[in-house]
């Protein structure tokens, strides 16, 4: 399972935990901008009983091409045209790639990942037929595969919007003040507002009629 | 353009090569066995032309799982039945989504792979129905493809044998001097003559009917 630290992926592991899965969690340490939200996943994986957690390290700030890479490119503060720089190349297909990895090692057949396609910010790694894709690739990827142990893809939030995730997370008793979404999260995990990523997560508990726990960065 | 530092790749550069692509070459150190492969793609990209190369790290020895990558499994040394256990799991994926990623921020259309489905050891990973399963995956995946510019993933190699490969490389004017394809090669790049990928590349040489350049590793 792919934990970021975020909303979403807290959710699915609360789903999957809900489910009976034993669960082995991969976070990526990708030089992120938002490197708080890679202790936000340590705390989420421990509070719901991850079988295990590991973070796997890979700077993608060797390409850049990103504001979440790059340091030179900001993180936009309002809602900007079509897919925003906050879109990181190929991110979830590398992540996703890592996933089958130690899913094969682990004799495992089924992969997590928090994508959704409503709430969302239009990263075409985050839609159904992406994730689709993915999956029918790992099938004809790996010696597990090949041998008959099929991969399944699980994306359970791809057709939830905010809210109706948040609601399921509170449902499943999951504490969203554990979690980090924002892109430019202070070291202490507080957020800033106004980015996209904030932005989804503050009109999610709005709507959901649920108290937003976030903690926001003290303003001048 | 992937480039491992090993035969297969280094005929894939030159083809690119010659039909005259400006290439930027991606090695990957996962803390594989035989890192001398990766002082060989750096002579082999500079000897090339290459415009780029850069080697990501990222340890997939954390997953373990094949004798590259766990030092307790041994490369075996003579055939084995089955995908043998050099197999690494994902390990082509991980290193096409890499490639993926780096293409997109370049703005290329065209991924190289020097993957071939003839005189190897059963990994599925090197098989044409792989390959065009990523593409098709990396086609739903990035922004760039999103907007149109849709991903090619070429493996030039996919249908040859290794004399043909050879040969190919031979016409082009490559230098296999510079190649280490050995799965244990020492330091300084010789190699133990016994392993699979050992196995293969001498018959290619003799097949082919062309002088084998290959340091083999002195034996008491």
Known sequence: ML????????????????????CYCLS???????VAELKAAARVAQSLGAKAHRTAQLDLSMFGGSALTDSHI??????????????VPARNTIMLSLALAWAEVLESQDIFIGVNALDYSGYPDCRGEYVKAFQAMANLATKSAVEGKTITVHAPLIDMTKAEII??????????????????????????????????????????GVADPTIYQAKD
């Open 167 to 208: 609601q399921q997370g509170v449902k499943l008793g999951l504490d969203y003040g554990l979690t980090v979404s924002c892109y430019q999260a202070d070291e202490a995990g507080h957020a800033c507002g106004l980015c996209d990523s904030c932005r989804f997560r503050r009109e999610g508990f709005a709507k959901a």
């Open 74 to 87: 900001d993180v936009p503060e309002s809602p900007t045209q079509g897919i925003p720089v906050t879109y």
């Open 28 to 34: 990526l340490d990708y030089h992120q901008r938002h």
């Open 3 to 22: 934990l970021s630290g975020g909303l979403d992926s807290a959710t699915v592991l609360a789903i999957a935990r809900s489910q009976g899965y034993e």
